[in-house]
């Protein structure tokens, strides 16, 4: 909104050219976002607390888990709250990949509300039924692919671009539709599956997002672009503001989430931030780059259907538990050694993600 107001007045007064800048309205995304977690934070979570005063832990968790029965779930709420008046105050409300992305996430962020509000209302862990919340993703991810692939100019809307080689890009046609819903749909959920400790999925949520920041900046920006050897996706460049603002809200829910946490995010901040994660990959053509950033969130999906598979084809289980981080719980690790390891963990591959921009 800044930039749609200000920007246009700059002729007359000098100062508003700072809104020009992507890396300044980035800047201000992120603390905006800090500052409405801070303030919305101990309300919302007093409110939650109100709603929400049997609040059990589910059946399928370790046994350590029964302490934390009491706190609230749903607080993702906080992380959408924060980052869509962020994004709404910095972006430029003009570009149609921002809107693309937000109706994922709030899309996405919908379906975890209501997964949670079952949960809750009826006393039943399970929530919405599996294969109904995968066909309103699909849904969901089905119309902004379509979206996405009208807003980006051809040949390249439909083309699929490889890591570490430049210039290698393979074209997808027809398919693309349903790789890049998979690519939406896989990120959000893997997400969800990665949330099951004190501040375990919010910062490599929080590193993946400002890697993305970083490619959705060079993407946009035709000179980086041709520099680094990457591909020049118009319009993607604003995504930096969105992502910025998605590292402000998840900075200020971790002030809430850290160990002991005093509030959870719930399927609405889980499924809403991977479907967000998922859809900027999409946009600027890093969706194998994800992998790698997100690998993480990769690991813990994989260990569930490895357990899963192994367990209906041999009647045997290859980990403890599933999600792998229950393993580690399960083996007697402390609940803060594993949050922290894999917060190293997330960092390394989200590292060796950024190399891809100069490893052609």
């Not at 690519?183 to 959920?189: C, D, I």
Request: aromatic share 12%.
């Amino acid at each position: 909104m800044f930039f749609n107001l200000l920007v246009p007045l700059a002729d007359d007064i000098s100062f508003f050219n700072l809104f020009r800048y992507l890396t300044f309205r980035s800047g201000g995304a992120v603390m905006t976002a800090l500052v409405v977690s801070f303030l919305l934070g101990e309300p919302i979570i007093r409110w939650l607390k109100s709603k929400q005063p049997h609040v059990g832990v589910r059946a399928d968790t370790p046994e350590t888990h029964l302490k934390k029965r009491g706190t609230p779930i749903m607080g993702g709420v906080l992380i959408l709250l924060s980052m869509g008046i962020s994004t709404l105050l910095w972006a430029d409300l003009s570009n149609g990949y921002v809107w693309a992305v937000l109706t994922v996430t709030f899309g996405f962020g919908a379906i975890g509300f209501c997964d949670d509000y079952l949960k809750l209302t009826k006393r039943n862990s399970k929530g919405l039924p599996g294969r109904w919340k995968l066909v309103v993703q699909f849904l969901i991810a089905f119309a902004a692919a379509l979206w996405i692939v009208y807003l980006t100019r051809e040949p390249l809307s439909t083309q699929l671009a490889i890591p570490f080689f430049k210039n290698l890009l393979i074209d997808l046609g027809m398919f693309f539709i349903p790789f890049a819903m998979f690519v939406m749909v896989g990120s959000s959920n893997a997400v969800n599956l990665t949330d099951g400790l004190d501040g375990l999925a919010i910062v490599p949520v929080m590193i993946a997002a400002g890697c993305f920041a970083a490619f959705a900046y060079v993407a946009g920006n035709a000179v980086f672009a041709n520099y680094l050897l990457i591909h020049h996706v118009p319009g993607s460049g604003e995504l930096a503001v969105l992502c910025a603002a998605l590292v402000g809200a998840a900075l200020g829910f971790l002030w809430f989430n850290a160990p002991p946490a005093m509030v959870f995010m719930g399927d609405v901040g889980s499924l809403s931030m991977g479907g967000a994660l998922g859809t900027v990959a999409v946009i600027t053509k890093n969706e194998l780059t994800l992998a790698i950033v997100g690998g993480l969130f990769v690991l813990e999906a994989v260990s569930v259907i490895v357990q899963v598979a192994s367990f209906k084809l041999t009647g045997k289980r290859v980990f403890l538990m599933a999600p792998l981080h229950h393993h580690f719980e399960k083996k007697g690790w402390a609940e803060p050694t594993i949050v922290i390891r894999f917060w190293i963990i997330a960092s390394i591959l989200a590292l060796a993600g950024l190399a891809t921009l100069k490893l052609r």
